[in-house]
DNA sequence: TGATCCATGTCAGCGATTTGTCAGGTCGGT
DNA sequence: ACCGACCTGACAAATCGCTGACATGGATCA
């Protein structure tokens, strides 16, 4: 993925595009307002990291004219200051995350990730087996194109063995990922809740494997 | 697509109508500023290659002209002199993208793209969904083309839901982006605001997710 | 200065949904 | 036929989100 890097500070400007290429962006430069302004309006980027520190023209005046110009990419924005007004100025602007200096590069990659995830918006990131389907956008479960309302808990339990679909999933495991706990079992709360997104889904759509667990079939016939 | 290709020069506008006609654009060419202005203010072009070196008026001048008659064709500005300061002259002047001689010819045709394009979704800046309206530049929000007063916090929440519409959104996404603060969560707050943004743009412009968040749904085609 | 307005937060109570628990019932394999 | 694993329906408790009323605090204006 294409990046741009808006930073005066040559120094700084290395670190971070070094960091970014090592974890596999195509990383290009700008080191003032003007020509940040000029390649995000005219180049394509996945993302762009933007230095609110800027020679030139103000970072968040270059964050502003992207976006009068319909310029929709995910911007992160990087700044020295910390303050809570600034942050919500940032937001004003159009940024989609911030990130104080000093940072850890781990952190500027994570809220990379999630910006660019988050943003990859309209395609849609949809998980389908057989005739039922996974908006993972819309949080939401469709059978045969048919939306079906379920509660945060059973959403949990199609998402967790949709993910794993072909694969028989223990209760245990299930336990773990649905609640937070993996423990204390004198409780049928897992079973009841199956048995309540069977009720909505179909009750072909999760097979039961007496004595292993729970599996949602790869491609039901 | 019919384009005007305005070069004094007869061998570079030569190569360069060539160029444009394989890939498939209808060319005209003006020689002069004074017809290159005739032209494009009598005539519809989906775009014009400008050269900003001409006899007779200066590129910029006729530019300048076009846009003060309401002409919003997208121009790309070519020029010999490379620097940043007439980038920003001609970009103020109107321009949509700006291509230092000598380039390239596959460069002009990616920047002639890129330009058609976004001019083609130029009603952005302005978020529709459904019969609601954001607009970024103004901060104005209107519902069936009315517009509607709304406090700054409220204006926030608006402009984020309607960002990421089509998504469910946390309660816990919109604290941090609509206040600044991610934490201390025994109020309802946000709540509160949602009702009272509801009360003014309609009741159906916001979707409760129970235990998941609230979502902007798309606009229905 | 005081009166007033507006934006926003807080609170309490409601109604609906969600979820856990329990008490049988069913099913499958030995 | 038996046993344990699993299912089902019913109920109660907990949780969630909405609403109206009120409190606060800052800005504005007489």
Redesign the interface.
Known sequence: MRLLLVEDDRRIAADVAGALQAAGYVVETARDG??AW?LGD?E?YGAVVLDLGLPGMDGLAVLKRW????R?MPVLILTARGS??E??DG??A?ADDYLPKPFRMEELLARLRAIVR?NA??ASSVVVAGDIELDE???RVSVRGVPITL??LE?RLVSYLLRHRGRVVSQHELDENVYGHGEDHDSNALEVLVGRVRKKLGPEVIETRRGFGYMVPEAPP
Chains 1, 2 share one sequence.
């Open positions: 003007e020509e000029f005219t394509d976006r009068a110009n319909g929709t809570w007004a942050r919500v937001i004003d159009g988050r918006g309209h956008r819309q949080m509660s945060p959403y």
